[in-house]
Nanobody, 125 residues
Framework: QVQLVESGGGSVQAGGSLRLSCAAS????????MGWFRQAPGKEREGVAS???????HYASSVQGRFTISKDNAKNTLYLQRNNLRPEDTAMYYC???????????????????WGQGTQVTVSS
């Protein structure tokens, strides 16, 4: 069982930056694929970025070049650095974990079985 706790959300102006953190209750480096997802009001949850145990990353096209996923293995913490934020990035952001995720499903929410409670990000124009 993995418990995940996100932090770092808040309000920011368009063009600004925020870094989200996700603290895991257990060692996840060599065992779990980790991901960030977001859900805006009235929309489905969408995958934003994922990182494999070997450090391989995957990004949604909408955030490619603006967001960076990373992890600090010593702290069991996952990060999402978000730059050049846009109003359409406004959403609840969730981190997630799974023991193994097939290549085609790295950004598919149904492939992950451990979830945090989410942190709200609001980007104003």
């Amino acid at each position: 069982q993995v418990q995940l706790v996100e932090s770092g959300g808040g309000s920011v102006q368009a063009g600004g930056s925020l870094r989200l953190s996700c603290a895991a209750s257990t060692y996840t480096d060599s065992t779990y694929t980790m991901g960030w997802f977001r859900q805006a009001p009235g929309k489905e949850r969408e995958g934003v970025a994922s990182i494999d145990t070997d450090g391989t990353t995957h990004y949604a096209s909408s955030v490619q070049g603006r967001f960076t996923i990373s992890k600090d293995n010593a702290k069991n913490t996952l990060y999402l650095q978000r730059n050049n934020l846009r109003p359409e990035d406004t959403a609840m952001y969730y981190c997630a974990a799974a023991r193994w995720v097939a290549y085609l499903y790295k950004l598919a929410s149904y492939a992950y079985n451990y979830w945090g409670q989410g942190t709200q990000v609001t980007v104003s124009s």
